[in-house]
């Protein structure tokens, strides 16, 4: 390969030289890395790849999804692959969907100080302080709102000066808004209602009865979405 | 109209949604518009005294930069815990390039903060910008017969640098509620502490300040009183003694909104010394 098409990366401080135009994991996976935790989806939707970095001459650290990101030449990278974060115990159906329930079970929320270094690291770029603000005012429906696309993949609760442990009030949150205060749909309760009574019962005996090679012509000859 | 930024505070959008509601209107009347930041943060709710405790004031200075953001120069509150701490911590990084310069640095996400965003409580809006005068011309149901005992509490005289009127003795709420027609009275309690956040920890200790607070305010002769803290209103209306159940406590958004706003709600026990909407002046 050309020089003039490749980048040098360091990761976890080792350099390679790798293609321009990969992804940082794809560039990982080039320099022989196999990656067995860290990594997932590779579409940008599980969290699983949290990664950060620098660049030369940016004092900046910055936070992204390694199967989102594309490499730069002189990027020091290091992956976050796990974040070290309790989930409160609870039982849903015991809450009420207040800002009290929040702040009862991650009381921690109370600690922020608004620095804004959650926002600065969230891939998604969410605004992560404002949802903590809107925890502390209690409106659960804005904190389900301003979170709805986070992807848990913990880079704000690593940097958080406050350690608050941000992805798991987002999920209660949104579990929250979604029990109590989401309109209903309709067509869901029809759908559970429908499968109650039986009705592709029919379809999945079908799909029992069939021998090996028929199952792997009807998956081959399946309906995929476009 | 004029458009003022304003910063409501997390009390303002629960608790004391009444204030909010009748300052706003109050302050249409008058030709104010309060025109709420798109995104705001907690005030900061503690001062933070250590010099070197900038990060505490981040907070703060993140509001002063979103009323920067929206071309305004003022930011108003209704709160008088929102607006001490705003103001001491505006006062605080202003008056020490230094500090100024770390905080910029640090917020380096945010538009550079250039410093000289004017923090005003609803009071200094209605004494220095409005006045006494023409807001007593907008009245459309004076608050005659209504003796009102005006409740500073601490937050909104304290530090004296800060503080909205002297400390000692303070008159702006009395020249407010004069302009809206109604009785001031003085009561010698009406500038000592509520007992604030010991309402968690003691609740003892602030039942017998709101006690205290109180049984000044009503051997003064008042019917009401008024205030501009929520958490002053929360305490004096919760670790309130049983004797003390008709003196009610309200903030000065709604006594603002009875006397300038047409058709606003007016509490029964309060109509009943004003006079009903139907033999009030035109």
New interface residues.
Partial sequence: MKKENTVTVFLMGKAYRVPAGLTIMKAMEYAGYRLVRGVGCRGGYCGACATVYRLPGDYRLYADLACQTTVQDGMYIAQLPFTPATRAPYRLEELAPQ?ETLLALYPELAR?????TC??ACPQKL?V??AV?QA????IAQVAELTFDCVSCGLCTMRC?AEIMHYHVWQLARRLHGAYQAPRSGHLADRVGQIRQGAFHGELDRLMAMGKDELAQAYKARDIEP | MKRVAYFPGCALKDQARGYEAGAKKALEVLGYELVELSRWNCCGTVYALAQDDLVRHLGPVRNLVRTQEMGLDQLVTLCAMCYGTLRRSQRFVEEDEERLSRIRAFMDEEQEYAGGVKVLHLLNLLRDEIGFEPLESKVTRPLEGLKVGAYYGCMLLRPRDVGVDDPDRPEVMERVLGALGATPVLFPERTECCGAYLTVARPDVVQARSERILASAKSSGADVVVTSCPLCQFNLENRRPAWAAGLPVVYLGEVLAWALVQGATVPEEIQARIGKPAEVKA
Wanted: some cysteine; charged content about 30%; glycine content about 12%.
């Fill in positions: 800002g922020c100080v608004a620095c804004n926002t600065k605004e302080m404002d603000q502390l005012r209690g409106d000066p």
